[in-house]
């Protein structure tokens, strides 16, 4: 059964500065991973998908890379801001008609 | 704008009643998929659609029940067997063939 883990859990962190979200999957058979950003009490927001022959996207200072043979993914944020904090979510896909499998979070303080 | 519109926001059930959440999407994909989020944990998929009169039991399916008459719509009903229901219930969907994942803004439902 696939697992997803996102390390740290929480992570505060002063305006600008540049910071990396990590997450690991157990099975690395994946179609795709996506990442999304959720606010407190909303829904699910998508940041960035990854196909499984990707190696890695970019949206604005958002960028996400993908190493599917050692099942891992990181999510890059640059030059952050206050705006950015968020529980930001990693997902795996095991198959185009499979949901998907999500991580537990890491919830991000931006501090002004 | 076309998007995933659940209803209702907040949503309040007594002990032995079903309640029937609302999903409906205009992006014109074929699949969709309900949610389930509880504090401190990651979503859990409890059941999926990928076409018209077609679904699939996903990881914790037990108490609930689904209908998909229409491309558009895909209802979620909790039933009485639900033994602990209360939590944050989000739809998706996603065009054929498992690309990006969308998310309507959620379902709170309480048991009072």
């Known amino acids: 059964k696939q697992e997803v883990t996102q390390i740290p859990a929480a992570l505060s962190v002063p305006e600008g500065e540049n910071l990396v979200l990590n997450c690991s999957f157990t099975?690395?058979?994946?179609?795709?991973l996506q990442w999304f950003r959720q606010d407190p009490g909303k829904g699910l927001t998508s940041l960035l998908l990854?196909?499984?022959?990707?190696r890695e996207q970019t949206s604005g200072r958002l960028n996400a890379s993908l190493d599917k043979s050692s099942g891992r993914s990181t999510l890059y944020i640059a030059a952050s801001q206050p705006g950015d904090s968020a529980t930001y979510l990693c997902?795996?896909?095991?198959?185009?008609?499979?949901?998907?499998?999500f991580g537990k979070g890491t919830h991000l303080i931006i501090q002004p | 704008d076309g998007g995933i519109t659940q209803s209702p926001k907040y949503l309040f059930r007594k002990e032995g009643q079903n309640v029937t959440l609302s999903c409906e999407q205009n992006?014109?994909?074929?699949?969709m998929y309900w949610y389930r989020q509880d504090p401190g944990q990651g979503l859990r998929l409890i059941y999926y659609?990928?076409?018209?009169?077609?679904?699939q039991k996903g990881d914790i399916a037990e108490g609930y029940s689904v209908s998909r008459e229409k491309k558009e719509s895909f209802p979620l009903t909790v039933t009485s067997a639900q033994k602990n229901p209360t939590a944050f219930y989000l739809c998706?969907?996603?065009?054929?063939?498992?690309?990006?994942?969308?998310f309507g803004q959620g379902t709170r439902l309480t048991v009072v």
């Open positions: 997902a795996v896909r095991r198959g185009g008609a499979d949901g998907l499998t």
């Open positions: 099975d690395s058979a994946i179609y795709n």
């Open positions: 992006l014109n994909h074929d699949a």
């Open positions: 659609s990928q076409i018209v009169n077609d679904f």
């Open positions: 990854i196909q499984s022959s990707q």
């Open positions: 998706a969907s996603t065009a054929w063939g498992g690309t990006e994942a969308f």
